[in-house]
């Protein structure tokens, strides 16, 4: 079946800018995750949806970073005025509820200019 | 807290010889552990996981990972290296606080398989 989606899978703004990265997970996973790539922090977490429950938003790097999961299913990760230090891979994986194994998508590579 | 220590930045291997990639963790009760490859401007890809039983595991394309308690290790083999095995593996471990789950990464390990 199909995998974990992302969209855009590349994105250049300007510091400042706000930018919305979509994620559509596999079909029937009730729990989403989206982590951050980059050079100088590795693979870290940023925020948890499980079904219905309260987020985990204990990654969330400051108050910019926001996410939203619309109807148990596909999720938004805004960031509003972007900044140099944001540029990074943002993934996004699903499970088949809470101790699944996750799988990825492909990415969304962003750059802050 | 969880976390994950990969000691190696880079493993170099020949073709056809077998290759380790090591893993270490560090975990309050049972690890959970995990094995994803990320080939060039790719997502992570599963390879596999222990949760309980045997202290093999085997997994995608060849690749197998030996539980070990003891030394607190989940190391990654394969016996006979392919240069398409050429990429960044991820030990992870997966933590759970408060009803919450999330993956712990070590920093990868960059693999680079020689013709």
């Known amino acids: 079946g199909a995998g974990v989606s992302q969209s855009p899978s590349n994105k250049v703004t300007e510091k400042g800018k706000d930018v919305e990265l979509r994620c559509d997970p596999i079909?029937?996973?009730?729990?989403l995750y989206w982590y951050r790539q980059s050079l100088g922090q590795g693979l870290e977490f940023l925020i948890y949806?499980?079904?219905?429950?309260?987020?985990?938003k204990s990654g969330l790097p400051s108050d910019r970073f926001s996410a939203e999961r619309t109807g148990g299913s596909v999720s938004t990760l805004t960031i509003q005025r972007t900044q140099q230090e944001d540029s990074a891979v943002y993934l996004c994986a699903s499970s088949d509820g809470q101790g699944g194994t996750q799988y990825f998508g492909p990415g969304t590579r962003l750059l802050v200019l | 807290a969880q976390s994950v220590a990969q000691p190696e930045d880079q493993v170099n291997v020949a073709e056809g010889n077998p290759l380790t990639v090591k893993c270490t963790y560090s975990?309050?009760?049972?690890?959970?552990l995990f094995w994803y490859v990320q080939y060039p401007n790719r997502g992570l890809q599963f390879l596999l996981k222990y949760i309980t039983g045997d202290n093999l595991v085997k997994g995608s394309y060849g690749f197998e990972a030996e539980f070990n308690k003891s030394q607190t290790s989940f190391h990654l083999k394969k016996p006979s290296a392919l240069v398409s095995d050429s990429a960044l593996y991820f030990c992870?471990?997966?933590?759970?606080?408060?009803?919450?789950?999330?993956?712990?990464f070590g920093a990868g390990t960059r693999l680079a398989v020689h013709p």
């Open positions: 992870a471990v997966r933590e759970i606080s408060g009803g919450y789950n999330k993956l712990i």
């Open positions: 949806f499980q079904g219905n429950s309260a987020p985990d």
């Open positions: 079909s029937g996973h009730t729990a």
């Open positions: 975990v309050s009760g049972n690890p959970y």
